[in-house]
């Protein structure tokens, strides 16, 4: 009997406590069915039908901001039609049964180099509320102020806010900008220049200018020497012809020639001092000024062979004079070392003629023949073909330049302008060695 009471207390226990337990089981059961009810009752809209076709569903254009007048004549000339366009066409393709209505439309647009962010007077479309219609493809005009975009390579979007949908519409957007190819040209032809000045004063200019500065000094020596008028008129009037010589780029000449008119700088310098030291011996004098005096002609004329003969008498007059008078004289200065320059003018010829061969008088023969003379041919040479050659050259090396640079790699081109425009100045001063070969090439053909 108390085995069947203490049995049924604790089936009793049993069933009590696996009551408690399944009760807050069935209140979560109850609370999630709460929290997941709402979720069940949920009415998605419908998606819309609204569809981009190719070539609006990502835009990519590539444009220049250019003046008008010859900046923008330049960019219609080297660039495609696409990069001067004020307008782009959406094409949007709704296949939704119902109209479509844009309530709202926004650009975002902003420069992956300087962050600069356009603005709805930059881009902008004709109308911000417009209905598409039904199973229709419609446009949509961008309008794009190229004026008032600085360069930089812009990227974005373009978001359509659609009636009665939830999601906006969105087109991805990039937009490159550059600066018109007048200001690059001018940059370009400023670094070729450059480059061909630096060509020029190492090959013909330094040379030039250490010629230069020693007639310079050559000027200053007459100037300061103690001759009469008349002497330093006619040393000037050489000096002249020197200047011509140097002008001219005959600078192993000028060379010869300035060593020369010194030469006879220090004869006529030599000359004075001989008049100084005979004045008090008259008869010597009288014998000397006659000889000085034509020494004098032959020098400014140039004869250096005639000069050096008489310099040899009034020389033998004065070995003579100092023989007789031992000491009463003795200290006339002699001409020897005048001779001695005089020798040195004789032996610097600056050129010589050579006989023409059989050959060179045929060529003339032909020439006289043609009717073209040998003063037109270099005079053609000189004054068309060489001028003709470095402006082809010049303009060649441009369109090389402006085409690797601006065309094609410069998308973006003056977004960073010191190392943009840096760039075409370098590549300038570059080109100056292919215009180096080229001229070698003409120079080596005409030896």
Same mark, same amino acid.
């Given at each position: ?15 009590? /406590? ?78 939704? @049964? ?24 930059? $881009? ?27 360069? &930089? ?10 009636? +009665? ?20 040209? $001018? ?20 040379? /030039? ?32 012809? %020197? ?17 020369? =008119? ?13 008049? /100084? /030291? ?9 014998? =000397? ?19 050096? &003969? ?34 040195? +003018?004789?032996?610097? =010829? ?17 020439? @006289? %023949? ?7 041919? @270099? ?11 470095? =402006? ?47 001229? +070698? ?7």
């Amino acid at each position: 009997m108390i085995k069947k009471i203490i049995f049924f207390v604790i089936l009793s226990l049993i069933i009590f /406590q696996f009551s408690s337990l399944a009760q807050p089981e069935t209140a979560i059961v109850e609370e999630e069915t709460i929290i997941e009810s709402p979720e069940a009752t949920f009415n998605p809209q419908p998606q819309s039908l609204l569809i981009a076709l190719q070539g609006t569903e990502h835009i990519q254009l590539q444009l220049v901001n250019c003046w008008e007048g010859l900046d923008c004549a330049l960019a219609r000339l080297i660039l495609p039609q696409s990069a001067l366009i004020n307008h782009r066409q959406l094409n949007l393709d709704n296949r939704d @049964t119902t109209p479509v209505e844009i309530i709202n439309t926004d650009i975002v647009l902003s420069g992956n180099l300087t962050n600069y962010q356009l603005t709805a007077e930059n $881009i902008f479309f004709d109308k911000k509320v417009k209905s598409l219609p039904a199973n229709r493809i419609s446009n949509l005009s961008l309008n794009i102020d190229r004026s008032q975009l600085p360069p &930089e390579q812009y990227m974005g979007a373009i978001y359509l806010t659609l009636a +009665n949908r939830a999601e906006r519409f969105i087109l991805p957007i990039g937009i490159d900008v550059r600066v018109g190819p007048l200001i690059p040209l $001018i940059v370009i032809f400023l670094g070729i220049i450059i480059g061909r000045l630096i060509k020029y004063m190492n090959e013909e200019g330094t040379p /030039q200018a250490e010629t230069l500065k020693a007639w310079n000094r050559l000027k200053l020596d007459i100037r300061e020497a103690s001759l009469s008028e008349t002497d330093k008129k006619e040393l000037n009037l050489m000096a002249d012809d %020197l200047r011509k010589m140097i002008n001219r780029q005959q600078l192993e000449a000028a060379k010869i020639e300035e060593e020369i =008119l010194r030469n006879r700088l220090n004869i006529l310098i030599d000359l004075t001092r001989i008049e /100084q /030291q005979i004045n008090n011996d008259i008869d010597l004098s009288q014998s =000397l000024n006659s000889y000085l005096t034509l020494a004098r002609q032959y020098l400014f004329r140039k004869e250096d062979e005639k000069c050096q &003969e008489i310099l040899q008498k009034i020389n033998d007059l004065l070995d003579s004079s100092m023989a007789t008078a031992r000491g009463g004289v003795g200290g006339v200065f002699t001409l020897n070392d005048a001779i001695n320059r005089l020798t040195q +003018n004789i032996e610097h =010829l600056p050129y010589s003629i050579t006989p023409k061969t059989g050959l060179e008088h045929f060529q003339h023969f032909l020439i @006289t %023949l043609s009717g073209v003379s040998e003063q037109v041919r @270099t005079d053609a040479t000189f004054y068309i073909a060489r001028p003709l050659l470095s =402006l082809v050259l010049l303009i060649g090396l441009s369109i090389v330049g402006m085409g690797s640079l601006y065309v094609e790699n410069g998308r973006a081109f003056g977004a960073n302008p010191f190392a943009d425009y840096l760039g075409l100045v370098l590549w300038g001063l570059s080109a100056d060695v292919t215009s180096r070969k080229l001229s +070698n090439l003409q120079d080596n053909r005409e030896e």
